[in-house]
């Protein structure tokens, strides 16, 4: 199998504060992991790609210094969102691959409110 | 420009009514179409990869198909556990997904 954890699944916290979510591999090494981003009704719009050892690659209009990402190892990569404001209250996934050739396999997302 | 554009947005079928989904890409390096489910609340589920033009891939009720120019995802007489989102995603050299908006799917029993 291809299991993909994130966790938490849920956050609610003031206007603000910084909000780490985790994503791992759990059962196959993954170099590379990716985050997504998902409005209501929306498609998934790529944030970043994370590389084990290596910084992360934004997309075009994503806030680096906003969105931090660190890829540690090859089953763990995170998300702090730095200062969170009610915009940036969405639906986060992670998702990862065996290869570059592989499908990506998801995580379970996160919601992620602000008030 | 989108890349990957899917029809319908929203599809209601009675149980044991067949129909398609379709999903149309403007991509020029196709290395890959995906189609993948989504539940609410829950990141997607990996269904098939196609990779050329004529390939076909089954799965129980779902069948997937690609041209040089769409996919499409036949529903074989859906059963209400079948009601979900389904996406499409092309993957280009760079390995990077796009997605489409998607299709919801209800199947009433």
């Known amino acids: 199998g291809a299991v993909v954890s994130q966790h938490p699944s849920r956050v609610i916290c003031k206007s603000g504060t910084s909000v780490k979510i985790e994503c791992r591999s759990l059962?196959?090494?993954?170099?590379?992991m990716f985050w997504y981003r998902q409005f209501p009704k929306q498609s998934l719009m790529l944030m970043a790609t994370s590389n084990e050892g290596s910084k992360a690659t934004y997309e075009q209009g994503v806030e680096k210094d906003k969105f931090l990402i660190n890829h540690a190892s090859l089953t763990l990569s995170t998300l702090t969102v730095t200062s969170a404001h009610p915009e940036d209250s969405s639906f986060y996934i992670c998702?990862?691959?065996?290869?570059?050739?592989?499908?990506?396999?998801f995580g379970d997302g996160t919601r992620l409110s602000i008030l | 420009e989108d890349q990957v554009t899917q029809s319908p947005e929203a599809l209601r079928l009675q149980e044991g009514e067949s129909s398609s989904l379709n999903c149309s890409y403007t991509?020029?390096?196709?290395?890959?179409l995906f189609w993948y489910r989504q539940d609410p609340g829950k990141g997607p589920e990996f269904l098939f990869t196609l990779y050329s033009a004529g390939e076909e891939k089954e799965k129980e009720r779902l069948k997937a198909t690609l041209t040089k120019k769409e996919s499409f995802l036949h529903i074989t007489a859906p059963k209400p556990e079948d009601s979900a989102t389904y996406l499409c995603?092309?993957?280009?050299?760079?390995?990077?997904?796009?997605f489409g908006a998607g299709t919801t799917v209800t199947v009433r029993a």
């Open positions: 059962d196959f090494q993954a170099t590379t």
């Open positions: 998702s990862a691959h065996k290869g570059s050739a592989q499908p990506q396999h």
């Open positions: 995603a092309v993957q280009e050299d760079d390995y990077k997904l796009s």
């Open positions: 991509v020029s390096g196709l290395r890959g």
